[in-house]
């Protein structure tokens, strides 16, 4: 089983400011055929399912707004909003679809 | 326009059965994995369970694996999620989730049906 984990836990960012989330897998989730990452990322508000914003662990779900980034390789992630607006208050999870699905424990974003 | 819809949760007793149903609706079903995905109130999101498009091979967490059974049926547009021996940490909500498992990120997802297994 692949492990994901996140970090931090939870981070208050002001508004306009740039959020980072990092995320960890225990092993490689890069597939050396066609050199891509299995790696999504989600955004979940109170009430709602998850909302995918970005897989292949950089390419931006239609409609995404461009604030939001994906970066990474191999087993080191990172999701980047560049400016955070009120709307983005949330919790984000990556996951990995390599092998099977998990999910990272999730980080809380808030507004500082 | 892309619609999941779970139905079939409720309350159930320890050691009970429940079956989940998820209408598809919107795309070629019979041309998509679908998952189950649970999330306990106020906690992350934790895969359940999956069947892969190419070979219709099932897959299972570890904490559900006997327990639970995954099938489809492609003439119905409709995914299921048979739970047996039920237990209070089974409690939460489930999601059904358009992807495949090894292949692909969940890109539809339904509003998920509660749970919840209490005496």
């Known amino acids: 089983d692949i492990v994901m984990t996140q970090s931090p836990d939870s981070l208050a960012v002001s508004l306009g400011e740039r959020a980072t989330i990092n995320c960890q897998s225990s092993?490689?989730?890069?597939?050396?055929?066609?050199?891509?990452?299995?790696l999504a990322w989600y955004q979940q508000k109170p009430g709602q399912p998850p909302k995918v914003l970005v897989y292949?662990?950089?390419t931006r779900e239609s409609g995404v707004p461009d604030r939001f980034s994906g970066s990474g390789s191999g087993t080191d992630f990172t999701l980047t909003i560049s400016s955070l607006q009120a709307e983005d208050v949330a919790v984000y999870y990556c996951?990995?679809?390599?092998?099977?699905?998990?999910f990272g424990q999730g980080t809380k974003v808030e507004i500082k | 326009e892309v619609q999941l819809v779970e139905s079939g949760g409720g309350l159930v007793q320890p050691g009970g059965s429940l079956r989940l149903s998820c209408a598809a609706s919107?795309?070629?079903?019979?041309?998509?994995?679908m998952n189950w995905v649970r999330q306990v109130s106020g906690k992350g999101l934790e895969w359940v369970s999956g069947?892969?498009?190419?070979?219709?091979?099932?897959f299972y967490a570890d904490s559900v694996k006997g327990r639970f059974t995954i099938s489809r049926d492609n003439s119905k547009n409709a995914l299921y999620l048979q739970m047996d021996s039920l237990r209070a940490d089974d409690t939460a909500v489930y999601y059904c989730?358009?992807?495949?498992?090894?292949?692909?990120?969940?890109?539809?997802w339904g509003r998920g049906t509660l749970v919840t297994v209490s005496s």
């Open positions: 996951q990995q679809y390599y092998n099977l699905w998990s």
């Open positions: 292949w662990a950089s």
């Open positions: 069947v892969r498009i190419s070979d219709g091979r099932t």
């Open positions: 989730a358009r992807g495949g498992v090894g292949a692909t990120w969940g890109d539809y």
């Open positions: 092993r490689s989730v890069l597939h050396s055929p066609n050199n891509k990452n299995y």
């Open positions: 919107g795309f070629t079903f019979s041309s998509y994995g």
